[in-house]
């Protein structure tokens, strides 16, 4: 049976809509956990799913209002342009993708893209990876499916309306004051990205030919 058919009648939904997001250090913590048990993102996802479905349902809501704060703040030009080089170009859908595998992989990654999106080269230097690209699709959902798979509602239902300006996965792309399909720029904003990802890849695919 898989842990999430185990439906505990312990598990009371919030009396309340919540706005108050889950202590930073916790939330972290949890992301931690679930790196520490997971050799890919599948196994991320059960992994994390399994941590949360041990929390009161308030501290669910409270996970998810600081991952949803988390992925605004990756809402940029700069994170952007760290998504088309790291992916091979992107959109929207995918952007968000990108800014939740960011976030799935743990505090120290995610303060220093949020520093300096190019710092994320820092992490890699071989540049694409041959199962994956940098994205997370179905990280943001986990608490809403716990909330389904145990009262059958979904997790919004439970979340202050004032709060809701934080969810991102339906926002247009960000605003730029520069071209984002000019390689040139990405170069400029993105440049230790740009090398590995971009002109060392490429170069090395040339050399195979």
């Not at 312990?10 to 972290?28: A, C, G, N, Q, V």
């Not at 694409?128 to 997370?136: K, M, S, V, W």
Request: with cysteine; net charge negative.
């Amino acid at each position: 049976m898989n842990f999430l058919d185990d439906i505990f009648n312990s598990f009371s939904p919030p009396t309340d809509r919540i706005s108050k997001m889950l202590e930073e250090d916790f939330f972290w913590q949890i992301i931690e956990d679930s790196l520490e048990q997971a050799n890919n993102l599948q196994e991320q996802k059960y992994t994390l799913a399994k941590e949360l479905n041990n929390l009161v349902a308030d501290d669910i809501v409270g996970f998810q209002l600081r991952l949803e704060n988390y992925l605004f703040s990756l809402h940029n030009p700069e994170i952007w342009c760290a998504a088309c080089i790291m992916n091979d170009d992107t959109d929207t859908k995918h952007f968000y993708y990108f800014k939740n595998w960011i976030v799935s992989q743990g505090r120290e990654l995610y303060e220093r893209a949020i520093a300096n999106p190019d710092e994320l080269a820092y992490y890699f230097d071989e540049g694409f990876n041959d199962d994956d690209l940098y994205e997370f699709e179905g990280f943001n959902q986990v608490t809403d499916e716990i909330f389904m798979m145990r009262i059958n509602k979904p997790i919004q239902d439970y979340i202050d309306e004032s709060s809701l300006i934080l969810f991102t996965e339906n926002s247009p792309k960000p605003e730029f004051d520069w071209d984002d399909e000019n390689m040139l720029n990405l170069q400029i904003f993105c440049p230790r990205l740009y090398k590995i990802f971009i002109e060392d890849y490429f170069d090395e695919e040339d050399e195979e030919e």
